[in-house]
C-alpha cells in the first residue's frame, strides 16, 4: 500500500534514482510488484525517483503543502517519466523553478550522472529557468510566464511532439535488432561465402551501425533470414548452419519463447520497415545518439542497426529538409539525451513523426532536393578519399568553422581533404532554401523556428482532422493509411505549388476563439509565429472572433514588440521572440 507521509508545508529531497530494467535486480521482484501494484496509474517504465515527485506534486495539488523541491534524475523530463508531470499539470501543479540540466559528481565514479533540480507549485504566475555550467556556476536566468513539461521555456515541443501526423505515418523506422552476435560475418568470411555461392548475397547482407556512419564502415556483413520460414532458411544451408552454431546457443537461453523459437531470424526484424523500403534503392537514417545530427543515404541492400533511424524515402528534397538546421533545432528540442554527456537521441515519434514538413513550390522542392544530394555527395567523396574522414570530425570542423575556433592537427589534415568550408557553405544554402520553403527569413534564433514549428504543427494536425493530409510519400502511404481519408481533400508533398495548395477561404480550417484574452493573444501570435498573418487572414481561420478585437489584440502584440508589422501590412513574430 502506498506510504502515508506526514503533512509538511514544504517538501525537500534528492530520492534515489533507479531506472525501469535496475529495480528488478536491486529490489526484488517482490518489492517491485508491491510498488507498482500500491500505484496501477504509474507507467511501468518510470525511473523509481517518479515515485517521490508523483507523491510530492499530489501533495501540492491537494493544498497540504506550499511546495516541494527535488533532485532528480535528469530523465525526469523524457517521454518514459514525463506522463507523470503531464498528469500533474493537469491537477495544476507546475515548476515554479528549475535547473533542468545539472552535472552531479560526488568525487567517486559511481555518481557522475546528470539531475535535474526542479520546485513545483500550485498555479504559479511565472517561472524561473536556471541554467548552469559544468562547474555549477549561472549562466543565465530566464523568466517566463510557465515552464513546459520537459522543463524548457520555449514553445511546448514535448506536448506538440506526442501527437503524429498523418502525412508522416510509418516512413521512420529504427533499424534491425538482431539478438545474437553471431549473425554478423566479418569482410573476409563474407568474401569467401559470397564467392562459394552467389544466392547468398540475397540473405548476406552489407551491415551499418551508428559507429560505421559516424566514422568509416568496417565492412561487416550480417546473416538476414528476414521473416522466412526455418525451411525457407534452410535453403541457404551453409549460412543456416552458421546462425545455428553461433545464435541459437545463445538464444535457448533467452527467456522470451518467440526468441527462442525462432532463433534463426532477428530478435527485432521490422517486418514494417521491411514493407515500406521494398522497391526504393536507397534510403535516409541517422545515427540515433550523436553529438552531430546528420542524415545520409544508404544503398538498399545495407542492413541497418537498431542504433539508426531509418526513413524509408530516396527523395533528395525529404533528405534536405531532415538535413537542415530548422529540423536540427526540433530535433534537440523533441528528442531526448542519454548518459552523463547528455549526448542528443533521436527518438522516432517525436522527432520525426510529429514534424511538420515545409509546403514548398516546385522550385523550393528543387533547390532543397538539389542541396540535400550535394551534401550527400560531398560528404562520400570526402569518406571515400581518406580512411581518417569521418562525419563526427567532419561536423567537428564544421563547428569550429562556425564559431572561429582553432582545429586541432588533424582536424587541419581532415579539414583539407574533406574541404569542409565547401561543406558548411551547402548547409547554410540549404538552410536559407528550407526556411524560405516555410516562408520565414533566415537566419532565426532556434527559440524562434521551435515556436513556428509548434504552431505549424497545431495547424497542420487540424488539417488532418478534416481530412486534409499532405503525404510525404504518397504513392507508399495514400494506399496503406488513406483509406480513411476525404479523397479529394488530400495532398502530397510532389504537387506543385503547395503554397497554393492550401485550403481556400471558403474551407479554410477554423480555430475555436477562445473566451479570454491571454487565450485569444495566444491564438493569434501562434498563427503569426507560422508566416505574416493580417486581420482578414485571422478572421478566416477563426472561428467565432470579432473583428475588432482581432485587430486590438494584433496591434496589443506590435506594442508589445511581439510581433512586427511588414510593408503589406500583416503581422509576423518579431526576431528574437521567445
Known sequence: RPTAWPDADFIVGNPPFMGQFRQREALGDGYVEALRGAYPDMPDSADIVMYWVRKA?????????????????????????RRVLDAAFGRG?????????????????????????????????????????????????????????DLSAHADVATTAGRALRSNTSLCSNGYKPHGMGFLVDAEEARALLARDPRHA???????????????????????????SEDEARQYPQLFDIVRDRVKPERDANARAVYRVNWW?????????????????????????????????LDASIAPDDK????????????????????????????????????????????????????????????????????????ARALAADPMVGMTIMYNVVDKL???????????????????????????????????AYGWSWPEPAALIIERLVALHDIRAEEESRGLVRW????????????????????????????????????????????????QITVLRGMAAVTPVSVDDAMQRISGARRDIVHRHLETLALLGEVRTTTDGRYAIAAGVV
Not at 535535474?116 to 524561473?128: D, K
Not at 548552469?132 to 513539461?149: F, K, Y
Not at 540475397?202 to 522466412?228: C, H, K, S, W
Not at 538535413?323 to 547528455?342: C, E, K
Open 93 to 149: 501543479v507546475r515548476p515554479v523553478w528549475a535547473i533542468a540540466d545539472h552535472y552531479w559528481n560526488d568525487g567517486s565514479d559511481d555518481a557522475r550522472v546528470r539531475v535535474a533540480m526542479t520546485v513545483f507549485a500550485r498555479e504559479p504566475s511565472r517561472a524561473t529557468l536556471v541554467r548552469v555550467d559544468g562547474d555549477a556556476h549561472v549562466t543565465a536566468t530566464i523568466q517566463v510566464p510557465r515552464l513546459n513539461a
Open 202 to 228: 540475397e540473405v548476406l547482407r552489407p551491415y551499418r551501425n551508428g559507429m560505421d556512419l559516424a566514422t568509416q564502415p568496417r565492412g561487416v556483413y550480417i546473416i538476414d533470414f528476414g521473416n522466412l
Open 308 to 379: 539508426l533511424a531509418c526513413f524509408a524515402c530516396d527523395d533528395g528534397f525529404i533528405l534536405g529538409v531532415l538535413s537542415s538546421s530548422v529540423h536540427a533545432a526540433w530535433a534537440l528540442a523533441a528528442g531526448s539525451r542519454l548518459g552523463i554527456d547528455g549526448t542528443p537521441s533521436y527518438d522516432k515519434g517525436a522527432c520525426f513523426d510529429a514534424f511538420p514538413f515545409p509546403a514548398p513550390d516546385d522550385d523550393q522542392r528543387r533547390s532543397i532536393g538539389d542541396l540535400g544530394e550535394q551534401i550527400d555527395r560531398h560528404r
Open 402 to 436: 562556425r564559431h572561429g575556433q582553432p582545429l586541432t592537427k588533424k582536424e587541419r589534415a581532415v579539414h583539407e581533404v574533406a574541404a569542409c568550408g565547401i561543406l558548411r557553405d551547402l548547409h547554410d544554402a540549404l538552410d536559407a532554401q528550407v526556411a524560405a
Open 265 to 297: 531470424r532477428f530478435g527485432e526484424a521490422r517486418r514494417e520497415w521491411r514493407v515500406a523500403v521494398r522497391g526504393l534503392r536507397r534510403y535516409a537514417a541517422t545515427v540515433k545518439t550523436a553529438k552531430h545530427r546528420f542524415f545520409t543515404f
Open 57 to 81: 506534486m499530489d501533495a501540492v495539488g491537494s493544498g497540504r503543502t506550499i511546495r516541494a523541491g527535488l533532485i532528480t534524475t535528469q530523465s525526469m523530463t523524457q517521454k518514459q517519466n
Open 472 to 519: 510525404l510519400r504518397p504513392d507508399y502511404q495514400r494506399p496503406r493509411f488513406g483509406s480513411t481519408v476525404k479523397r479529394d481533400a488530400e495532398l502530397d508533398m510532389s504537387d506543385a505549388a503547395q503554397g497554393a495548395s492550401a485550403p481556400s477561404p471558403s474551407v479554410a480550417p477554423t480555430v475555436p476563439w477562445p473566451g479570454d484574452a491571454i487565450g
